[in-house]
């Protein structure tokens, strides 16, 4: 990781809200002293690209945020898209009386925008990617520059171990493999945290609470998503909770002593079968490749929720 800087960073939010995108942007958004964002960029997943870029604006709002949203690609590079309606329901955000957005999303599209403000600040920003790497990817694509212009991604995707929408493979990484290679190939300073690390946030009764009694919309909302959100945990995987994915990119920029890291190699299959979208650790250095990732392994949970209250509070 980069060494740390006195003043906020500027940041990137690149996601597909999405329930746990939501909750990663209003972190992201109730911590100017540690970040600056300079746009949300959307980009399909959860749902398709209209809804990302809707729920970008009613993020904001519920933020009373001013940050100007960029739509992104609306389809992975090569594969069918994928979504994930099971978890985020038909619309991405399954909470009623949400805010409207405020503002209409810009007219630059989202790689446009990534190339531009990164141009603009070499060395200086940090993209915080949160769903498939598709907009990442045409970035580096059209200005191959870039990677090394960033300060950093940091990226919620993947796994060192097992998938969530397969055995094999996590949702992200499975709904644009190849945009993944590219991105893991690119030799941009990387930070990955998957689910091996993610499923250590989980969102139990108790923390749904603590933020249901926060006092503000966001608590409330945030409280309500989870509450859906945590059925599906219940049944699949009989967690007590949802685990908060995406809030956990932005903590790692937030709060990087929360983590425990190990630099691995990782790749991506991008062969269609049973480990599509597989991304493959060398934890025990097996293969002799060099590091190209820093890749999330343990996370201080109480800290990290303490943090998400602590933030979120401050939100309308
Ligand atoms: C990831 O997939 C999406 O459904 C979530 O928003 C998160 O980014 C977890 O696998
Ligand atoms: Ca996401």
Redesign the pocket.
């Known amino acids: 990781m980069p060494p740390m800087t006195a003043s906020p960073l500027p940041v990137i939010l690149d996601?597909?809200p999405?329930l746990?995108?939501a909750i990663a942007w209003l972190l992201a958004l109730a911590s100017p002293e540690d970040v600056r964002v300079l746009g949300v960029t959307t980009v399909h997943?959860?749902v398709g690209l209209h809804l990302t870029t809707h729920n970008a604006g009613v993020t904001l709002a519920l933020a009373g945020a001013q940050v100007p949203v960029y739509a992104g690609a609306d389809r992975p590079l090569v594969r069918t898209a994928l979504t994930?309606p099971e978890?985020?329901g038909d619309h991405g955000l399954p909470a009623g009386h949400l805010p409207e957005p405020t503002c209409a999303p810009a007219t630059e599209h989202a790689v446009n925008f990534i190339i531009r403000a990164v141009r603009e600040r070499p060395g200086e920003v940090t993209l915080v990617a949160?769903?498939p790497l598709t907009n990442v990817a045409l970035a580096f694509r059209l200005a191959p520059e870039l990677p090394r212009l960033l300060r950093e991604v940091v990226w919620?995707?993947g796994s060192t171990g097992q998938g969530?929408r397969t055995p094999a493979a996590?949702?992200?990484a499975l709904a644009d493999p190849h945009a993944a290679k590219i991105v893991l190939e690119s030799g941009a300073m990387l930070r990955m945290f998957g689910?091996n690390v993610?499923l250590q946030a989980i969102a139990t009764p108790e923390r749904v609470e603590r933020l249901r009694v926060l006092g503000n919309r966001a608590g409330t909302v945030s409280a309500e998503l989870l509450t859906a959100y945590a059925a599906f945990y219940r049944q699949r995987y009989g967690l007590p909770g949802g685990a908060l994915?995406?809030p956990v990119a932005v903590a790692a920029v937030l709060r990087p002593d929360l983590f425990r890291m190990q630099a691995l190699n990782v790749q991506v299959e991008t062969q269609e079968g049973l480990n599509f979208g597989r991304t493959v650790c060398d934890l025990y250095g097996v293969t002799g490749q060099p590091a190209n990732v820093q890749v999330g392994l343990q996370l201080d949970d109480a800290a990290f929720f303490g943090l998400l209250f602590e933030r979120l509070a401050r939100l309308p």
Request: proline content about 0%.
């Open positions: 996601g597909d999405g746990d995108d997943g959860n994930a978890v985020h949160t769903g919620m995707g969530n996590e949702f992200n689910l993610t994915h995406d």
